[in-house]
């Protein structure tokens, strides 16, 4: 799986229980549906000199997908995307009626600026959807090819920036582009570097014509309020949270070389996890993993797999294992 497996440090679990706790105080009455402290928090994590105007959010950024999709695409509308990317772009399009039109990348998985206004001058759809660093392969993205996709574009342009807190340092991100682009939207998601997975927290950064429009579509109440405490209770440590991106980003540059060194070809990743090549049976090594109790990600693709970055003693574990395990498999020719 690719969650953050990192533990929320106790102090933080704390604070978010005693959020909680108040919280059940109030549970006979609706939530917040404007959800307006949590869209303060978000707006002052995020910076850029975004407003809570500027912020929605929802029940994991699959819903924020889902909202952008229902009120944008539908029946005889289309979006653009780039496979291998998410899965739940195209299934989000289906369960919408939205066309779902798949593009093609460059070489090395990298969609160049010229290659995006290709697809978009050739398809006309009403959504472009990227996803910046990809998954699964953890490509980047570059600026200049959403700028690219921003001006060929008539529709909105969606940059899924799940993993956008595990690209290095100072590189510039999506958000820097949203002054002066009303049809740009920016989604995010709490599960990976707030290692939120369960609370369930997505949420965008857009023009705030753009939460108008999902307010026409989005369910009333759509965010409990158990769900808003958390959330809120987590950016307020923001910093000790994102400590944790800091030791994930160096267990996966560690698995990236190992696994060079072993003899397979690991990809550049700004994720939390690493795609590599040659793996002879991808399956058999997943079984084999698996055995050990070690679970990474056989996603189907020929001689390849992908594993996410853990604690330091889990990141030993399975680099031992796969080390071991590919002098019995051996290597692709």
């Not at 919408?96 to 990298?110: A, M, N, Q």
């Not at 999902?214 to 949270?241: C, G, K, N, W």
């Not at 994720?271 to 679970?295: Q, Y």
């Not at 395990?325 to 051996?330: A, P, S």
Request: charge should be negative.
């Amino acid at each position: 799986m690719n969650e953050n497996t990192h533990p929320i440090p106790e102090d933080v679990a704390t604070h978010i229980v005693q959020s909680l706790a108040q919280a059940v105080l109030n549970i006979n009455r609706y939530p917040d549906r404007e959800f307006t402290e949590l869209r303060v928090g978000l707006a002052g994590y995020l910076g850029h000199d975004l407003s809570p105007d500027h912020i929605w959010a929802a029940n994991g950024s699959n819903e924020i997908l889902q909202q952008l999709m229902q009120a944008f695409g539908g029946p005889g509308r289309s979006i653009l995307g780039f496979p291998p990317t998410y899965s739940m772009h195209s299934i989000i399009a289906s369960g919408t009626g939205t066309k779902w039109i798949p593009g093609v990348r460059d070489d090395d998985f990298v969609i160049s600026p010229s290659t995006v206004v290709d697809w978009i001058e050739r398809t006309d759809p009403d959504i472009v959807i990227l996803c910046s660093p990809n998954n699964p392969t953890g490509t980047a993205l570059s600026i200049e090819t959403i700028e690219a996709a921003y001006s060929a574009a008539r529709g909105i342009v969606i940059v899924d920036e799940a993993y956008a807190e595990f690209a290095p340092m100072g590189e510039p991100t999506a958000l820097t582009l949203l002054p002066g682009r009303p049809r740009l939207v920016v989604s995010r998601t709490m599960s990976k570097a707030f290692a939120f997975a369960g609370a369930r927290v997505g949420y965008l950064a857009a023009d705030p014509a753009i939460s108008d429009a999902i307010r026409l579509v989005r369910l009333p109440y759509h965010l409990s309020s158990f769900t808003q405490a958390a959330a809120v209770a987590a950016l307020a440590h923001a910093d000790e949270m994102l400590a944790m991106v800091e030791d994930i980003a160096r267990q996966r540059d560690r698995i990236i070389d190992r696994l060079a060194e072993i003899g397979y070809r690991p990809w550049p990743s700004w994720s939390n996890f690493v795609l590599f090549d040659g793996v002879a049976d991808p399956h058999a090594m997943f079984e084999a993993l698996l055995a050990r109790g070690i679970i990474i990600r056989d996603l189907g693709m020929p001689h390849r797999l992908r594993v996410s970055a853990g604690t330091e003693a889990e990141t030993t574990i399975f680099l031992d294992a796969i080390a071991e395990l590919t002098l019995e498999f051996g290597l692709a020719s």
